[in-house]
Nanobody, 127 residues
Framework: EVQLVESGGDLVQAGGSLRLSCAAS????????IGWFRQAPGERREGVSY????????YHVDSVKGRFTISSDVGKNTVYLQMNDLKPEDTAVYYC????????????????????WGQGTQVTVSS
């Protein structure tokens, strides 16, 4: 059974930093892509950052590029999201989720393609 547990959310001032962790179990880490998503009150869930640990490739959406960094520790089955220069608009519940890679290694960014989700961790950025 796939299990994902996020941690690291907190209340921080604008300009501050946080590191979120996503501890994963129940699947072969190398066969999946992991994404970080966020959802603010009244908003739809949006993708933030993605990683394919087996290939080491990452992708960040434009709104966080240069501020957020996704990384993975395969030995610990954990994915991290380092968030720097946080802004009030980054306030949201952050979720990690997994998607099985296709044989070609391709995966898709849309949330509907991610099949297992964690419970989320709250990030609040005050101005």
């Amino acid at each position: 059974e796939v299990q994902l547990v996020e941690s690291g959310g907190d209340l921080v001032q604008a300009g501050g930093s946080l590191r979120l962790s996503c501890a994963a179990s129940g699947f072969n880490f190398d066969e999946y892509a992991i994404g970080w998503f966020r959802q603010a009150p009244g908003e739809r869930r949006e993708g933030v950052s993605y990683i394919s640990p087996s290939e080491g490739s990452t992708y960040h959406v434009d709104s966080v590029k240069g501020r957020f960094t996704i990384s993975s520790d395969v030995g610990k089955n954990t994915v991290y999201l380092q968030m720097n220069d946080l802004k009030p608009e980054d306030t949201a519940v952050y979720y990690c989720a997994v998607q099985k890679l296709e044989e070609s290694g391709v995966y898709y960014y849309t949330p509907q393609r991610f099949t297992s989700w964690g419970q989320g961790t709250q990030v609040t950025v005050s101005s």
